[in-house]
């Protein structure tokens, strides 16, 4: 079946490091990819996207990678702040339908 | 440019009752999907509209149907509520159904509560 899943529910990183949340997929079909950060009581906001025939993208503090080989993407922000603090969700495209996983939960210390 | 747009964004109801939630999708985007997030998971599809029409479906009951209207704005509606219906309603918007890269944009979503 289709799934899109992440490795650790949790992830509390110092302020100004750089944060790595990673999301695995199973559908080899699946041909784009997005980002989402949702904070406490709001919709989901996209960060970032990337298509299947790309490995590497990059924002705004922001860097998503795949690997289709391994069924596996991850998401790179740089120089975290406490206003990163928030859920990272990544969401597959298969069928023309978008599968999210359960999300990562970003901390930031101080 | 207005964003994806979900009224009401609170409701209580309860148990048996019918609710109706609308959606009005970002300017210019034509396809709207409905998602159900419960609380600490991802959001789930429900269905997607394209054209007045439900396009693709996901592992919902009959008891969730929706609609589109000719200006694109979208409802959900949910019949015979039960308590593990209490989650909060995404609407996501697009543009067009098929292509490579067609980013969707969510609302704030509608916070249903069934008791």
């Known amino acids: 079946g289709e799934s899109v899943g992440l490795h650790l529910p949790t992830l509390s990183v110092q302020e100004g490091d750089n944060s790595i949340i990673n999301c695995a997929y199973s559908?080899?079909?699946?041909?784009?990819f997005i980002w989402y950060k949702q904070e406490s009581g709001k919709g989901p906001q996209f960060i970032i996207d990337i298509r299947s025939n790309m490995d590497k993208r990059q924002g705004q503090r922001v860097t998503v990678l795949l690997n289709k080989t391994v069924k596996h993407l991850s998401l790179q922000i740089a120089a975290t702040q406490p206003g990163d603090s928030a859920v990272y969700f990544c969401?597959?495209?298969?069928?023309?339908?978008?599968?999210f996983g359960s999300g990562t939960k970003l901390n930031v210390k101080p | 440019d207005a964003g994806v747009t979900q009224s009401p964004t609170h409701l209580i109801k309860t148990r048996g009752q019918q609710v109706t939630l609308r959606c009005s999708p970002k300017s210019g985007h034509d396809t709207v999907s409905w998602y159900q997030q419960a609380l600490g998971q991802g959001p789930q599809f429900i269905f997607q509209y394209y054209e007045e029409e439900e396009r693709q479906r996901g592992n919902f009951p009959d008891r969730f149907s929706g609609h589109q209207f000719p200006n694109y704005s979208s409802e959900l509606n949910v019949n015979a509520l039960l308590l593990g219906d209490s989650a909060l309603y995404l609407c996501?918007?697009?543009?067009?159904?098929?292509?490579?890269?067609?980013?969707?944009?969510f609302g704030e979503g509608s916070w249903l509560t069934v008791v």
């Open positions: 559908n080899s079909a699946s041909d784009y």
């Open positions: 969401a597959g495209r298969g069928y023309n339908k978008f599968y």
């Open positions: 996501a918007s697009s543009l067009a159904l098929t292509g490579t890269g067609n980013t969707i944009y």
